[in-house]
């Protein structure tokens, strides 16, 4: 693929979101004129490759711009239009703030830089999303995108033993299984994932990698939506509304009997997308506002390499970080264990509660998880079987998965309960301070079950970071304690 001069997939994804805060402000007048004039500039620097960096007097004039203009849109008189464009004002914010600051190093205005793309297959569960279906290495120098390799997990190549060295925390939950390319997600803290997938990488390719992007068909919905459809070189059209079930569903059974076919599917409709992506032929604004939802739900996820540049980005929505400081922050995990795509019809329900104000806080997290398949009839076998008991035909349907309910830093689990008795109670274990109940599932078609967990400490308000799954997540939290 021809070098192209374009916004890459990481300024097309995230610093957009700079442009259309811009836009969305655009009535505020000169302030909002300014800022977007500031960042055309720094990304004229970038693509000259002049030296700019995190003290460069332009990257400081343009955070000042956005606290002034946040300050602006933040008065009550300007409330409603703040609402209206930005899902959450906050975090989107913070994640211009930051991007800024570590656009030139990433857009690579000083040295070509190389990054691992990964497009997660959420029909089979995994902690920051699904398993690893398609991959892309991409080069940026200077703003200009070179697509080096595309893929499918089938050329990649495991290991028996994770290639660096993981915390012992992090040892006892998850072993070496993390050491497949599969399995290198389990954890929901990304930049676990990214470190494992570029040490697999550098093994196979002997290369270094700068960072690791995740998104997965949901998000790419979201870039259709903003950028049109795509075509095949079959004709076939991908678009918004039938991509995630073209890739996550009815792919399976089209190749029900060659599955590396499938496999490459699934990597033609990567392609097609990064193509029209690097043309440039949308409007980024567009692009931004639908960017929005698959940036908040986690579908969107980024990892550098540089240490400095990664504490730039550790508190924004995109690093997907587990941070270890003290919060209230849940989470509920989904992980499958039977090796089949049967996560494509899990729902979850989640509602969070205060019990208790009083030092150590109580709150009870309660999670129901819902197999909304009707019949496992017609399904292929790579969808319904059932490695963890060796049924390659499946068990009618059945599917097994692990539910992982994660409190805040330091918090200790007072009570666990499931509302299915005949199934194992749970196992309590942590990572990166957080306590971890672990449930072993299997779950009928058309069945449901309820998991309850009462955690004791945490500091701050109530907070949740959802796993991005097929299906959207049902959330309520009755903070009382705020």
Request: with cysteine; proline share 5%.
């Amino acid at each position: 693929m021809n070098v192209k001069k374009a916004t890459n997939y990481f300024l097309a994804a995230l610093l957009t979101l700079v442009g259309y805060y811009i836009v969305s402000a655009g009535v505020v007048g000169y302030q909002a004129y300014t800022l977007k004039s500031e960042v055309k500039t720094l990304f004229d620097q970038i693509r000259i490759g002049d030296t700019v960096n995190y003290e460069n007097q332009i990257t400081k004039k343009i955070d000042s711009e956005i606290i002034g203009l946040n300050s602006t849109l933040t008065n009550p008189f300007w409330r409603p239009l703040t609402n209206h464009f930005l899902k959450d004002s906050q975090k989107e914010i913070v994640l211009a703030l930051q991007l800024v600051k570590v656009a030139p190093s990433v857009m690579g205005s000083q040295s070509p830089k190389k990054y691992l793309l990964v497009f997660q297959n959420s029909a089979e569960s995994r902690g920051t999303g699904g398993i690893i279906g398609a991959y892309a290495e991409v080069q940026v120098y200077r703003g200009a995108v070179t697509v080096i390799r595309q893929g499918s997990n089938v050329g990649l190549k495991s290991l028996n033993v994770i290639p660096i060295a993981m915390p012992d925390e992090y040892n006892t939950l998850w072993g070496s299984d993390p050491a497949i390319w599969q399995n290198s997600n389990d954890s929901p803290h990304f930049p676990y994932a990214a470190q494992i997938y570029s040490a697999l990488w550098k093994n196979q390719f002997h290369e270094t990698l700068d960072g690791v992007i995740a998104t997965d068909p949901e998000a790419l919905s979201s870039v259709l939506k903003a950028i049109g459809p795509v075509t095949l070189a079959s004709g076939e059209v991908i678009d918004s509304s039938n991509v995630v079930s073209k890739t996550l569903s009815t792919a399976y059974q089209r190749f029900a009997t060659n599955n590396l076919a499938r496999k490459e599917y699934l990597v033609q409709v990567m392609k097609a997308v990064i193509q029209k992506l690097m043309s440039g032929s949308y409007s980024k604004i567009n692009l931004a506002r639908e960017l929005q939802t698959p940036l908040l739900d986690n579908r969107i996820l980024f990892s550098l390499a540089a240490p400095d540049d990664q504490a730039v980005i550790a508190p924004t929505v995109v690093s997907g970080v587990l941070s270890s400081a003290p919060d209230k922050e849940f989470r509920v995990v989904i992980i499958n264990t039977s090796g089949n795509k049967l996560d494509y019809y899990l729902t979850k329900v989640t509602n969070i509660r205060s019990l208790s104000c009083k030092v150590p806080a109580t709150t009870e997290v309660t999670e129901t998880v819902t197999n909304t398949l009707i019949s496992a009839k017609g399904l292929p076998d790579y969808v319904v079987g059932r490695l963890d008991l060796n049924l390659p035909h499946g068990a009618n349907g059945r599917d097994g998965f692990t539910v992982m309910i994660y409190g805040p830093t330091g918090a200790e689990v007072q009570s666990a309960e499931r509302s299915d008795s005949a199934q194992n109670g749970p196992q309590i274990l942590a990572e990166r301070g957080h306590p971890v109940t672990l449930f072993p599932t299997d779950m009928a078609p058309k069945a449901s079950e309820t998991f309850d967990v009462v955690f004791s400490g945490g500091v701050g308000p109530i907070t949740y970071v959802k796993q991005p799954l097929v299906n959207p997540e049902k959330l309520s939290i009755k903070d009382g304690c705020r």
